[in-house]
């Protein structure tokens, strides 16, 4: 009786990949990344740090949580229906759910690619001296040229890596130029699980900025494009994505809330604005 139970287990037979095919096979999560980390991730993270020190730095904990359950449970449904998260409610709740959530994500990503967009004019503002406008308008050329070509996927994915790589090691070298983290004051952040008074808007935003169910289900569309199949589930390949994704999430986030705990925090400058 025991044998025929687990018989039909799904994925029992799956073994777990060693770990170079594993990062041969992820990819989607640090695209995820790089739509994670825009103008509102940077700014809320450099107002808790400005604002309240190393308090806060203990939200990493429900924001690798959060992240990591939206990302697996999006990319499990897909997998499991065969359809990203949109067609799959569309068969399974109708149109009308389908379209509720449609318009929902589309103002969603609408404001949040807004946001993305004039991030990237400022910082092609700051490298190349040219009007924010204009490097918007470039970017946008570029988004545009990137949806409608062929075959891209693996261009982006490959950029993107590169992208985040640089972007942690700028952010660390940033860290350590400034004196680095106090040991003890850190880990009183950590595991403090304070939140100090006027706090909770930020707290919340930087959350939500950090882990989106918006990137989960985006997700869903990578993971399609990387052709991930059902055994992906089990030999370890969506979890390594998903971990990765959070982890390189947290460890961006985690510096600029760091550097601004460090070098605004003790001379009472606070952020109240993106610019």
Not at 76 to 98: D, S
Request: charged content about 10%; proline content about 3%.
């Amino acid at each position: 009786m025991e044998e025929k139970k687990t018989a039909g287990l799904i994925g029992e037979d799956v073994k777990t990949l060693p770990i170079g095919q594993l990062l041969k096979r992820i990819g989607p999560g640090l695209i995820a990344t790089g739509i994670v980390i825009g103008p509102g991730a940077v700014t809320t993270a450099a107002m808790l740090g400005a604002n309240y020190g190393y308090a806060l730095i203990w939200l990493m904990f429900p924001i690798i949580f959060m992240g990591i359950t939206f990302v697996m449970t999006t990319n499990w449904l897909a997998i499991t229906t065969g359809m990203p998260t949109i067609h799959a409610i569309r068969k399974y709740y109708g149109k009308t759910g389908a379209t509720v959530v449609g318009i929902a994500l589309f103002l969603d990503c609408l404001f949040f690619t807004m946001g993305n967009i004039s991030g990237t004019g400022a910082g092609m503002n700051l490298i190349f001296g040219i009007n924010w406008k204009i490097g918007s308008a470039i970017m946008i050329a570029i988004v545009v040229y990137t949806y409608f070509a062929r075959n891209v996927y693996n261009k982006v994915e490959k950029l993107i890596t590169a992208c985040i790589i640089i972007m942690i090691l700028a952010f660390y070298i940033t860290l350590f130029g400034v004196g680095g983290p106090d040991g003890k004051e850190f880990a009183g952040g950590l595991f403090g699980f304070k939140i100090p008074q006027g706090s909770l808007g930020t707290a919340l935003a930087f959350i939500s900025t950090n882990a989106a169910i918006t990137t989960g289900i985006y997700n869903t569309y990578l993971g399609k494009e990387k052709k991930w199949k059902k055994e992906d589930l089990f030999n370890g390949v969506m979890l390594t994505d998903a971990l990765v994704h959070m982890l390189s999430v947290v460890l961006i986030s985690g510096a600029i809330i760091l550097v601004g705990a460090i070098v605004l925090h003790p001379q009472g400058l606070s952020i109240k604005a993106p610019a």
